[in-house]
């Protein structure tokens, strides 16, 4: 099937062709047809399967006849982050250069003022979050009442992000005579009532994960002790052939202070999470994806759903707590058939939540062990029992060597591979990791880094 057998017009096939799609993925080619006859649709598909397209595409068919007045848009997006948010308004850029129509894009974060000049002109697609949406209708700046096509978008992530009252209220305020579209990963029940409850005898369509993780992305963990992670993380950073990478971490201060470390050490990273004022984290985003910034350290929501091209590595710095967002995060790579690595550091504590990811994703991922605690048991011993030789005589070591505890993880390039051990039951948050050593004495050359890690 091709893209105009879908009932889309001229100026959408010439923008698509120029973009460069042959062929429409599975979701466009269920739920484009079914948009444009206006049904109601619950669209079971994850990021990463093309599913924005599958409504945008439609969408600006269908609006590209008539007008929006001022403050009353034709249609609303609905998304659970910024960045989400950001990426539709992209993909209605992108596929509407050949149409004349306007769109707002309202997200927190950003100047109230800007966003009501641009909704007093009139927008024809409204993307917004749910807070600043009911923030602007709130203050009366803006008008629900013409609106004809509503989308939630990852509706899965409004739930674990607690938005489903926002939204439900929200719809209150749209016309009752309006087209909805649900696109969600999963279907729990709270999502299936929020469908039970606004959406018209809708169709349902479904497509499976763009790919099996297991496919194209190769799982690796790496055993630690809490106080080795960032210098383990380092070296791995150093041995993997990295074009560019995601680094998340459970902890918004984590991802601040694993953010400044790595730069301080002479690598390309910056930080990305939810507590950053807007405009740094737009900043942020584009410098990576204009390949500007390597290293990308952030927490899941900041990430969540990006679409990045050419991600080459992963890294979780903390394992998720959920096996769920294991899979978005390994998602970031190993996208559009190309192959992705995903390295997950993990603790004694972490046994229960690897075991619901191992589960998750089908077991078969390669464990390694670092040598530093093996060599720090197996080391101590013998000179303490056996007395060997008295060793040669040495000058008072340089002061970065007598720092060297922290740094034997730089040993640590030839792993053993153990296997993991399974246990169903996923565990809960809440546990802490110790704190992390201090630099000083901290080895790290940055004569070692590649090149292209470099700042
Ligand atoms: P999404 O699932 O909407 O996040 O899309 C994932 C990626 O697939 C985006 O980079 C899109 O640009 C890309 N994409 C969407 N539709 C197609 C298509 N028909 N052919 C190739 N790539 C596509």
Partial sequence: MDFAQLGLGEELLKAIEEIGYT?????????????????????????GTGKTASFTLPMIEMLSSGRARSRMPRSLVLAPTRELAAQVAENFDKYGKYHKLTKALLVGGESMGDQIKILEKGADVLIATPGRLLDLFDRGQILLSDIKILVIDEADRMLDMGFIPDIEKIITFIPMTRQTLLFSATMQPEIK??????????????????????????????????????????D???????????????????????????????????????????????????????GKISLMVCSDVAARGLDVSGVSHVFNY????????????????????????????????????????????????????????????????????????????????ARAERHDRDDRSEKASEPKLVTVKRSSKPEPSGRRYPILPDDEGDKFHEDNMPAFLRK
Avoid at 211 to 232: G, L
Wanted: with cysteine; proline share 6%.
């Fill in 236 to 290: 791995l950073i150093q041995r993997e052939n990295i074009k560019n990478a995601f680094v998340f971490c459970n902890r918004k201060k984590d991802v601040d202070m694993l953010g400044k470390w790595l730069a301080e050490k002479g690598f390309s990273a910056a930080a990305l999470h939810g507590d950053m004022v807007q405009s740094k984290r737009t900043e942020t985003l584009q410098a990576f994806k204009d």
């Fill in 318 to 397: 903390d394992v998720p707590f959920n096996a769920d967002d294991y899979v978005h995060r390994i998602g970031r790579t190993g996208r559009a058939g190309q192959s992705g690595k995903a390295w997950t550091l993990i603790t004694e504590d972490d046994d229960k939540l690897v075991a619901a990811i191992v589960k998750l994703v089908g077991g078969n991922i390669v464990t390694e062990k670092t040598i530093k605690s093996e060599k720090a048991e197996v080391a101590a011993k013998p000179e303490k029992a056996e007395k060997p030789e008295r060793a040669p005589r040495r000058e008072k070591p």
């Fill in 23 to 47: 062929t429409p993925t599975p979701i466009q080619e269920k739920a484009i047809p079914i948009v444009l006859m206006a049904r109601d649709l619950i669209g079971l598909a994850q990021t």
């Fill in 193 to 234: 009532n929020l469908a039970d409850k606004f959406l018209s005898n809708p169709k349902s369509v479904s497509v499976a994960p763009p790919a099996s993780p297991a496919a194209t992305v190769d799982h690796r963990m790496m055993e630690v002790s809490p106080k080795d992670k960032k210098y383990v993380l380092r």
